[in-house]
Structures are given as structure tokens and as C-alpha cells.
């Protein structure tokens, strides 16, 4: 996992080519300049999920894992709660993997690490990385944030 704001985001190339798309891509987006939907840069390779959501309890969510994709996401604005555990040691899975979804889920456990995505931050979720995204920060609150698919070994 990675967490940091998005001017050091030049800190981090050359770890993904698919990551370093992605950091760069979401600079031109602002709250005001916000189209939504999804836009494609690779096919299902590479592509990104421009969301605006209302945040919600920590009892509502689910702790979400992933196999083919690295996650990139980016808060173009508001500020979410993001649980994250290694996927290895989730203790109650609701949902076995799914490969046509490309994911599994499971409760969130006691035991795991908040950490607050906010305007300007960025973070990327390793498959190894168990996460339970849109969960309230301060209050709810409707966020705009841009959730970026990297295929991990793209397919040939």
C-alpha cells in the first residue's frame, strides 16, 4: 500500500507503468471539471471509475480483495475512511473470490487500519491489500473520487 498526496506522486514512477498512468492522469480532473463514468485508457488493462458517493458507516461496509487489479485511487474532493488488512489474514469471508467480478469480500475485522483518503491524497492497493473503501471520515458526506484499474500482468 501506498498513501500520500498527489503533488509527490513523481516519487513513485516507474514502480507500475499502469500506476504512473493513472497518478497522471487524475491531476486534470477537479471538483469543478468532474465528468464521471468510466474512461478507458487500456481497454480493460487500464481504466478509471470517476465516482461521486455519499460515504457511509464502518457497519455497512466490506472489506473488498482483488487478484488481477491494482487500485489506484484519488479524492478529487470530500475525505472517506478506507479499512485496509492483508488480504492473507481476513478472518470472516462473506463472499469466496470471484474471478468474473475479480473479487472477494469479507467483514471487516477488529483488527484493521484506517486510514483517511482526502482532496488531494492518492493511495494504491496492492492485491495483497484488503480494503473497505467509502466508509465516513468526520461526518457523511458526498465525495468525488476517481478509483483507477491497473492490470497487474496484462493479458495476452
Not at 485511487?73 to 468474473?100: C, F, R, S
Not at 461526518?139 to 473520487?145: N, T
Request: hydrophobic residues 40%.
Amino acid at each position: 500500500m501506498i498513501l500520500d498526496m498527489i503533488v509527490n506522486a513523481k516519487q513513485y514512477r516507474g514502480i507500475h507503468p499502469g500506476i504512473d498512468r493513472i497518478l497522471e492522469a487524475v491531476t486534470m480532473y477537479t471538483p469543478d471539471n468532474y465528468p464521471g463514468g468510466r474512461i478507458v485508457l487500456d481497454g480493460d488493462n487500464l481504466y478509471m471509475n470517476l465516482a461521486e458517493f455519499e460515504t457511509h458507516s464502518r457497519e455497512r461496509g466490506l472489506l473488498e480483495a482483488h487478484r488481477e487489479y491494482i487500485d489506484v485511487m484519488y479524492m478529487v474532493e470530500g475525505a472517506e475512511t478506507i479499512y485496509v488488512k492483508p488480504a492473507e489474514k481476513l478472518q470472516n469471508i462473506t463472499k469466496e473470490y470471484d474471478p468474473e467480478r475479480e473479487v472477494l469480500f469479507a467483514e471487516i475485522d477488529e483488527d484493521v487500519t484506517p486510514v483517511r483518503l482526502e482532496a488531494g491524497s492518492f493511495i494504491v492497493l496492492f492485491p495483497q491489500d484488503a480494503h473497505a473503501p467509502g466508509c465516513i471520515a468526520d461526518d457523511s458526506e458526498v465525495v468525488k473520487k476517481i478509483v483507477g484499474k491497473v492490470r497487474n500482468t496484462p493479458r495476452c
